[in-house]
């Protein structure tokens, strides 16, 4: 059964408010996947007809966006998503040791969503913290960085209570010296 | 060449408490630069602005390094149509996270300096494009933009001049190809982020077809340290032909990862081993990686005297790329390495040129090969091929940036790679 | 005038365009994927590389500059270029794989590169043998594949639409398909998705691809990703023959191919005709080789005590000199038809006319709101122009219905045309006179006709048609008739078999002849049963009589139609100037 999905009236509001950035209705469609995404929990082709429809756009120029993008979720995914980077600097930081240590734990692979749907592990390329290697993400949100095997658990437990990390503001160094 | 960096104290991004508030931004000097190019005396023509930014020789903090101000000059002049200018804080190449520190600590100096630099080129809309992993940034530029607009630095009739000017921010949504200025145009319209044919440039036909200037948000930043101080002592800063301050964003096997102000020219040696604390545990180290991830790496035996700026750096046969430094030690086989900066490659190519496409994915496929011991010496030659059939044959550079590393990595660690091929033995039947 | 120099040959040129268009309208080959002429260009298989430069000239003398060995100075672009987006230039210099190397290794390589990721399934790939991979990896290609890892598995034989099928392991992702349906037909049917070397093109995951304009993107992919529904494993290119023709189910008159074998039209594919129909034809008008190959009238057939029964040739002439003999010439009614060709319309006329009858009535078959805003339009006819041209009485279908039930009439001559199923009219008013109709295919009107004559498709013989934008253009001949022998009729297009001799050739068997005769021949026929003056040796020869006649038509001629693929004619007389 597929479900039914509508924009309620603040959404469409705020879909004509991004709408009058740009000159035209095309650019309006990334921003409104992602308002759609935030809402519904992801993109899939029933929501991607939303946007079309809403925007007045191609249903296959929605789609052909939303997948060339990987942070637009296609499928439903788990409630959250935990993006570990393995590119360069993480993975000489032990990345894919935290991934390892991720699939173990939580008993799936990267790339797969643990049968409660609570949790999805996907390895994924550089988010810009590589100085806090190695580091995840939650759910396109929260970057939890200089990861370890401890870390990541008492992220698990938390994130079974509900509760999301919060944002990590990590002063240059230079300007600890200074103050 | 010498840099009195211990003295060094960061004017980018100044240790300054609460700098990402605009009272206190504003405290400190902030938005006097607006102020001189838009009214008052000081007031500069357009023209005037263009010239003392190209007079600076910012050199694009993106990766091409490019002056910044011979970019704007590419405009045409003002037809009464729409212009625009694109602020580039994709930031995607592995081993680059400075601009964040930009989005966080000093947000304003970014947005004044895309006013000033709007104001040269005659463009009323500012878009910048931002990733969009980094959420909470964006915010903070929202936050930040909002503040601006409140204060009368944008929107109608800037204090008073008759310029006006709007900015809004746009966030990306996972693709590194986003980052290369003409597949950021297409991502901004809406469409898939394929980078487009040149010519013609972005400044003859860019945006909508209308004429665009993208700056990487690192550039835009420095613009109200040129226009306040003025080109002579910009010039001054750091290397003479590639002059400035520059965030450097030290990564990988550093006691003190993170991101560092001081300028341009510093010894590479120094930045590792005084700046970021050198290796932990003492290691050596066997590469760095200059500039992001489609630098090519430098061998860490032949570090001395290397400098990050652009002709150093090419002397050394690397690049200044973003200025983020990954630093390898000696128990990382380049194999391993250098399969996933190929993977990385493989994952982010758009897929439009054929050579990208199917090359890219060859490259992963070969060096796993290897790294898996099934690779045998002659996969070190095809390798070599593969490289040579990607290299300035695609629409970007993002074939280059894929086969570089890689062509790089087997011309100066060629004995790691050796080491894991099988030496075939032709037995007798 | 402006100069570019292509593999040390000089070439004038006036317009500036791309430079791969320039080396193909001159003859020259430069292999290619993406580009096609009527989309817009990204450049992105990098399969036409060539290197270029450029004379450099002395500022002062405004002469190019020569070097020591009086050649002149030549400035290289760095890297190797793309012919197909690669603006020429007064002064350009460019080698193709014909004089260098390096243009010659890159080919090579991207060729390898498209190959790796392609499944190489070509003996049963629908697309083999007029594949432009195929043909270019034979000519360009390396010579082995090097590439000893998993392909990228991607889906198979996926139905896109009722008429297209997608295989998109073999997509080379050119994405001329995509352009087509954003830039010409203009559904926004289809998009690449995912990225990388996982991209290929579909629709939105629900959407049918019904673009009616669908199967243009199987004609312009360059592989065998994108194959018809319809034509897929039925025969092979080679086994066919291609014979230029104009589509009849439809007053824009788009030129086309017919592929034949064994006397089937087995499909049609768009011919190029900037002036009509550029390189486009709507997915409908292929479906009309159906109308060539089946429920054909063969044989003539006559009405005996309400059935309906085949009969000689002989008897039906004898049949209709008899009737008209029976009848005075203000008995019978004539209807000419816009699908059938000028010829056949203007012989029914003039033939009639030698016995007197004067008037043709012809129904124009036009449904409002029909056409498109690109090739099809509101008339479904070929040659309701012809109609107009030969001085036909338009009528409407109420004013037609009017006529046939009008008991004046005894004897009613129909032309090639499924008149009845437009014409709202009953049995029983028909029942009096005695109904003739000319024939291809059984329809309404031959199941009510006393005598149904079989004559030609358009398929099977020469004819004009002028289509709704007043342009003459014709068809030839793709199959053969009973009557018919490709190798007397010049005009055929032959087969090996009729060259060489040999038997492994499209023309393998007799079958599939229908028992039909030209319109204006079968006129002529009866016409020596009744001993008229009516001597026509051949098409040509009717539309000389035609050309003499009808000022408009003036100096028109198949020679001309083929060298200037159809002419524009000029059929409304001038206004007359009221003072
Ligand atoms: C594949 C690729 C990725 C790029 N990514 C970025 C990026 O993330 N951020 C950036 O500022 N420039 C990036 N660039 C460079 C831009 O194309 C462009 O040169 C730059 O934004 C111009 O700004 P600048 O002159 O101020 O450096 C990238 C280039 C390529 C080829
Ligand atoms: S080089 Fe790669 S990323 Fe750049 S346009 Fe071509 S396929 Fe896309
Ligand atoms: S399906 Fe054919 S036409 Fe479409 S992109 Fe692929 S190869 Fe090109
Ligand atoms: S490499 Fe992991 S965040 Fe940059
Ligand atoms: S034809 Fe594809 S790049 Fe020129």
Redesign the interface.
Known sequence: MSKEYTFDKDDLKKIEEIKSRYPEVTPAVMPVLWLAQDKFGHVE?AV??LV?DTLGL???????VA??Y?QYYKKEKGKFVLDVCTSFSCQICGGYEILDHLENKLGIKAGETTEDGMFSIQSVECLGACGYAPMLQVTNDKYVNNLTTEKVDSLIENLKQGKMPEFESIPMPQHETES | MNIDWKNYKPILIPAIKDLHKIDVYEKNGGYKALKKVLSGKSKMTPEEVVNEVKDANIRGRGGAGFNAGLKWSFMPKPDGGPRYLACNGDESEPGTFKDRKIFEYNPHSFIEGAIIAAYAMQIQTIYVYIRGEYRDFIDMMDVAISDAYKKGYLGKDILKSGFSVDMYTHMGAG?YICGEESSLMNSLEGK?G?PR?KPPFPAQKGLWGRPTTINNIETLANVPLVINNGAKWFKGIGAETHPGPVLYGISGHVNRPGVYEYPTGMLLTDLINEVAGGVPGGKKVKAVVPGGSSTPPLRGDSLDGVRMDADSLREAGSMMGTAGICVVDETVDMVDFTWRISGFY??????????C??????LE??LD?IRRGDGEMRDID?LYEIC??ME????CALADAAAWPVRYALDRFREDFEARCKKTVYALA | MAEIIIDDKKFEFEEVGKVLQFILDNGMDLPFFCYHPSLS???????C?IEAGQMVKDRESGEYELDEDGNPVIRWF???MTAC?LDMADGMVIKTHVTSEKVKV?QA??L???L??HPLDCPICDQAGECPLQIQTYKYGPEGS?????K?HKPKRIQLGPRVILDAERC??C?RCVRFTDEVSK?????????????YP??????VFDDPYSLNTVDICPVGALTSADFRFKARVWEMNQTPSIDVTNGKGVNIDLWTRDNLVMRITPRFNKEVNDHWMPDIGREAYRLFNENRVSKPIIKLDGDQVRSSWNNAFMTVSEKISSVKSDEILLIGSPYASLEDNYAFQNWFNRLGVSDVYFTPHIEKGYGDDLLLVDDHAPNTNGCKALGFKEVDAKKMAKLLSDESYKAVFILGDDLLSRVDIDDSALESKYLVSFATNHTETTKKSDLVIPITSSAEHIGSYINVDERIQRTIPAKETMYTNRKLDLEMSMGRLDHFGTKFDNWVSDKNRVDCIPAWEVLVRIGNEMNLEFNFASPQDVLEDITDKIPALENVSYDRMDKENGIALKLSAPKSVTT
Do not use: M
């Not at chain 2, 496409?357 to 060859?362: L, V």
């Not at chain 3, 090097?146 to 998993?150: L, P, T, V």
């Open positions: 082709p991607q007809k079309a191609p249903q296959a120029h929605v789609q052909g997948s060339f990987t | 693709a898939r394929y044919v493989h994952h982010e190519s758009c897929g439009q040129c054929t050579p496409r199917d090359g890219t994915g060859w496929k070969t090969k095809l040579t059939k300035g044959r695609t629409i | 260009i990204p450049a992105n298989c990098r399969q590389f760095p890297k190797l987006s890159a390589d991207t390898e590169l498209i790796i990721n090097r590439f000893e890892h998993k990228v080379i992702n994405t559904t926004h049917q289809l998009s690449i998705v995912s990225r990388g070397d996982k991209n579909i629709t939105a995951e629900g959407q």
